[in-house]
């Protein structure tokens, strides 16, 4: 009976270190430095799939870390993206236009970036290699779709209301990546127009891709700042709440199927 009792407390003594980790991070892209976040459950035992996390124009701020920490709760290892260096933040539009526009105007800076981070996740004791993924947010989706059009070697590539007109025409076969967009049909940022060209685009490239469309929401639709962001800065952004529950929902089954 005491040796019964001993081993439950165990048990519950384990259950009770057990925890989400997160740690700040360094790795290089060049000789420039980018601090991005890494989250895992050290629960779990084995190599697990990779998810990459590209957060919004303000760079690698709260809501990239609470995505990468729910990920890590469904076994993945995740890594918050630095695009902009040094772990670089805005906290105004100005700046953060500033920031993403340096990286958009500049594709091989972009693509060193993004590979430098995928590699050094790839290369974590806890990650099996190959198996990776990358999640976007508004300039965050860009940034991976492009990616997914430069054939980097990705399992699977998410983008949450992200812009999705770009200069790159990708041929039959280029794309190597499984393609989920989730998009607001209000948000202005990304017209209808833009819609039916990516979706041309994809078809011409013969892209595994599926692209969700949520009537009546706006830009910005997953994050729970948003309609503080729109009041303080005069933007045009809502948070969805049902958006953000569906499209995480079907994130999570895209993942599932996609990664081993």
Request: charged share 25%; aromatic share 10%.
């Amino acid at each position: 009976m005491k040796s019964l009792l001993a081993f439950s407390l165990l048990l519950l003594s384990s259950s009770a270190v057990a925890a989400i980790v997160g740690k700040d991070v360094e790795y290089r892209a060049g000789d420039t430095v980018m601090r991005g976040y890494l989250a895992y459950d050290d629960a779990v035992k084995g190599k697990r799939a990779g998810v990459l996390v590209v957060p919004e124009w303000w760079g690698a701020n709260d809501y990239g870390r609470k995505r990468a920490r729910l990920l890590a709760g469904e076994g993945y290892v995740a890594l918050v993206v630095d695009m902009y260096g040094n772990g670089q933040i805005a906290d105004n539009p100005k700046d953060a236009g500033a920031l993403a526009g340096s990286v958009n105007k500049n594709p091989p800076l972009a693509y060193a970036r993004f590979d430098a981070a995928r590699k050094f996740l790839d290369g974590q004791p806890n990650v099996r290699k190959g198996e990776t993924a990358a999640l976007g947010y508004c300039f965050g989706g860009s940034v991976v779709l492009h990616m997914a059009r430069a054939g980097m070697p990705l399992k699977a590539v998410a983008s949450y209301h992200g812009v999705l007109a770009s200069d790159v025409s990708p041929k039959p076969g280029d794309i190597k990546a499984k393609i989920r967009v989730f998009h607001g049909e209000a948000d202005p940022i990304v017209p209808p127009e833009q819609v039916e060209a990516f979706k041309a685009e994809m078809a011409n490239a013969r892209a595994d891709y599926m692209l969700v469309a949520y009537p009546g929401v706006k830009h910005t639709f997953t994050n729970r700042e948003a309609d503080s962001y729109a009041a303080q800065f005069g933007l045009p952004l809502k948070y969805d709440a049902e958006a953000d529950k569906d499209s995480w929902t079907r994130t999570l089954e895209f993942l599932k199927a996609t990664l081993n």
